[in-house]
């Protein structure tokens, strides 16, 4: 899948095309629209192919009715949200739902003694959750160390925008502004904090945290619906360690059924498989 940047790079690119045949008088207003027509067709492919994986191909996997075998005797059922074995007449779906935190919240927004609290205060949630299920499931953390100036460079960047803004923000005589100018001023000092940590010595850690479950049952169908049953009981358990628990569908599903066999080595070959996390 396609991040931010992407997009944003294949836009440019079909603005300046669109401004090379606006300056070619020698091309007439005939291909100017041609020009336009192609640009729009391409910003639809782009949006498209953007979220092929998570709208597009389960729907179309679902419409035609089509299954995919990612290893033998294991099969992808056709809503590309489980898969399938049938051992001996009984049926074991598997499903996975991302485990990442939700709120995230930084040392320059918390006093000291709250993030104490909440770390003495962890293990005993995550005990809590775990007894509120009734099966067992595999908790996945996948951890890779960031290059340290790749992320600087990012974070400037961050930076440099919500400067932009605010410059634009303080022009603004409004009375919503001041809201607007405390929100903007509060991410500029986040971010800032978070140079500081990276500029002292901090290793940035990139991290990827899943969660494993099977249901069985008689039938394709009983196993199935056991597995969403797990699966919701799952977001309401976990709920209490400000966890984001979505079912995972489309091509992750298949990456992350690899990982119990073989990881990715590098950080490259995660945010190929996993792009909006990365």
């Given at each position: 899948m396609m991040d931010g940047m992407d997009v944003l790079y294949l836009?440019?690119?079909?603005?300046?095309?669109?401004?090379?045949?606006?300056?070619?008088?020698?091309f007439g207003n005939g291909w100017l629209y041609?020009?336009?027509?192609?640009?729009?067709?391409?910003?639809v492919m782009i949006l498209a192919l953007n979220w092929v994986d998570f709208i597009v191909f389960p729907a179309a996997m679902k419409m035609?009715?089509?299954?995919?075998?990612?290893?033998k005797d294991y099969l992808i059922v056709k809503?590309?949200?489980?898969?399938?074995?049938?051992?001996?007449?009984?049926?074991y779906?598997?499903?996975?739902?991302?485990?990442?935190?939700?709120?995230?919240?930084?040392?320059?927004?918390?006093?000291e003694e709250a993030m104490e609290?909440?770390?003495?205060?962890?293990?005993?949630?995550?005990?809590?959750?775990?007894?509120?299920?009734?099966?067992?499931?595999?908790?996945?953390?996948?951890?890779?160390?960031?290059?340290?100036?790749?992320?600087?460079?990012?974070?400037?960047?961050?930076?440099?925008?919500?400067?932009f803004?605010?410059?634009?923000?303080?022009?603004?005589?409004?009375?919503?502004?001041?809201?607007?100018?405390?929100?903007?001023?509060?991410?500029?000092?986040?971010?800032?904090?978070?140079?500081?940590?990276?500029?002292a010595g901090e290793k940035p850690?990139?991290?990827?945290?899943?969660?494993?479950?099977?249901?069985?049952?008689?039938s394709e169908k009983a196993a199935l619906d056991s597995l969403s049953t797990q699966i919701k009981q799952l977001q309401i358990g976990m709920s209490s360690l400000n966890l984001q628990i979505s079912r995972v569908v489309g091509r992750e599903l298949y990456a992350l059924s690899k990982f119990n066999f073989a990881i990715p080595l590098t950080f490259d070959e995660i945010a190929n498989e996993f792009s909006q996390e990365g």
């Open positions: 836009a440019l690119c079909g603005i300046v095309i669109m401004l090379v045949f606006a300056t070619l008088p020698s041609v020009a336009i027509i192609l640009a729009a067709l391409a910003g035609f009715k089509i299954t995919f075998q990612p290893a809503g590309q949200d489980a898969i399938l074995k049938n051992v001996g007449g009984l049926f779906a598997t499903g996975f739902t991302t485990g990442n935190l939700f709120g995230y919240t930084f040392k320059a927004e918390q006093e609290e909440k770390i003495l205060l962890a293990p005993e949630n995550w005990e809590r959750a775990v007894m509120s299920l009734g099966f067992p499931f595999k908790f996945h953390v996948l951890s890779v160390g960031s290059d340290v100036q790749k992320v600087r460079d990012d974070l400037e960047a961050k930076r440099g925008y919500q400067e803004q605010l410059g634009r923000t303080l022009e603004n005589e409004k009375a919503s502004a001041e809201t607007a100018i405390t929100d903007i001023r509060r991410k500029i000092s986040i971010i800032q904090a978070k140079i500081d940590r990276v500029s850690v990139t991290t990827l945290m899943y969660f494993e479950t099977t249901a069985v049952g008689v």
